[in-house]
């Protein structure tokens, strides 16, 4: 068994995926070829914004949003502890300081009371300005935007989605990577839509963010090719990329999307009395993880090594908070020197040592979630 089966994705896919790559490949154009083009119109119309930009991966798609901001030194941009490094890499990378903020206990996304907690916080002690909020779509679920808005806006934050895991959720019908002032999604492999390398991708309703970014990704280019009016990055997908995201996009609304959401109900259905994700009214995931919960670090681990011992595989997404990470001890935000004694972001905190994840795809079979959840529940007894 696999935990995303990317093979057998491929198998179904094959026949438009080889001929898409060829052609490609045959065209010349490997950078900035018409692929490109036409994979950012179909992305920001299946989004619903204006503006899509394709961009070299989702780390750098984030930078590209700070940097159309002008996020810099003094500045302080809230993420939440419980996510994938990259949400808070990109602000230091840009002088900027990383406030980490507490999660919810049952969506795993940001606490937009814990937002508002933070944001005060970095206020009285007067020495940054508080600019952005990061909110990530973790596991696939888009934040709680209507709350994480209204806090936004009393304290005058943007807000940049990091769509990373979320592309395809929604809230109420609208689709994630539409939430932030600006959104990023990213096309690493064994995300919801990835390509055959790296990729990702920016969207903006805002014309001028949407023309420095185009400038910061590519050298920081002016009107005239060889005039460059800003320091940029050389950040772009490449054609072969935005050839095979083509094809699996078209896949990805078809039926991949319905496919994971009906694993995810089955699994819910099958594992009963465990602490299996929540979503809440409204809201859709597009299931890039599906993370169940258990009692405390020991069960979680004698689970998952129960699981190995079956050939089921299981992943722990994520062992670590942000504010326990090496690099950040320097770099982020302590409202008082003795901050390290206190518990900072304890739900964050507790969810490392509780979570796992279990294997998860559009191609996952009946018969595999039935063999993950007797396991599970069998270990659990
Ligand atoms: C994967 C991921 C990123 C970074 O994307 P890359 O394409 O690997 O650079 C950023 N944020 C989150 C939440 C992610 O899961």
């Known amino acids: 068994m696999q935990f995303r089966d990317l093979q057998k994705q491929y198998q179904v896919l094959k026949e438009d995926m080889d001929k898409a790559i060829l052609d490609a ?51 302080a941009v809230f993420v939440p502890d419980f996510t994938f490094f990259s ?4 602000v230091p990378l840009e002088g900027a300081t990383p406030v980490f903020v507490d999660v919810c206990e049952d969506t795993f996304n940001l606490d937009a009371e ?24 973790l596991f696939g679920l888009p934040a709680d935007y209507p709350a994480i808005r209204k806090v936004a806006d009393k304290y005058g934050l943007l807000i940049l989605e990091d769509g990373a895991q979320g592309f395809g959720g929604s809230i109420d019908g609208k689709r ?59 950040s772009r997908l490449d054609t ?7 094809v699996k996009l078209k896949a990805f609304a078809d039926y991949e999307l319905e496919a994971v959401n009906a694993a995810a109900a089955r699994y819910t259905e099958l594992l009963q009395g465990v602490a299996t994700p929540v979503i809440p009214e409204g809201f859709r995931s597009s299931w890039a993880q599906y993370t169940i919960r258990l009692r ?10 129960s699981l190995k011992e079956q050939g089921i595989p299981s992943m ?17 935000f302590r409202a008082e020197p003795k901050a390290e004694s206190r518990n900072l972001c304890p739900v964050a905190t507790s969810l490392c040592d509780r979570v ?26």
């Open 87 to 90: 949400s808070a890499e990109v």
């Open 114 to 137: 814990d937002l508002e907690r933070a944001v005060n916080e970095v206020l009285a002690e007067g020495r940054l300005k508080p600019r952005v909020v990061v909110a990530v779509d």
């Open 316 to 332: 722990v997404y994520y062992p670590k908070p942000m504010h326990l990470q090496t690099a950040f001890a320097q770099l982020s």
């Open 176 to 234: 994630a990577c539409s939430f932030g002032d600006i959104s990023t999604t990213s096309f690493f492999p064994a995300k919801p839509v990835g390509c055959y390398g790296d990729g990702g991708a920016v969207f903006t309703d805002n014309d001028d963010w949407a023309a420095l970014i185009e400038s910061y990704r590519v050298h920081g280019k002016g009107a005239f090719k060889y005039d460059n009016v800003r320091i940029g990055m050389n």
């Open 356 to 381: 796992l994840s279990l294997p998860m795809h559009p191609y996952i079979t009946e018969e595999d979630i039935e063999t993950v959840c007797n396991a599970v529940l069998t270990a659990l007894k």
């Open 240 to 246: 072969v990329q935005a050839a095979v995201l083509q």
């Open 25 to 75: 490949v045959a065209s010349g154009a490997y950078i900035m070829g018409k692929q490109v083009k036409e994979l950012e119109s179909q992305l920001a119309e299946y989004v619903g914004v204006k503006h899509c930009l394709t961009c070299a991966n989702g780390t750098d798609a984030l930078t590209l949003a700070l940097k159309a901001w002008g996020v810099g030194p003094g500045d």
């Open 296 to 305: 405390d670090k020991e069960q979680r681990d004698a689970l998952q090594a």
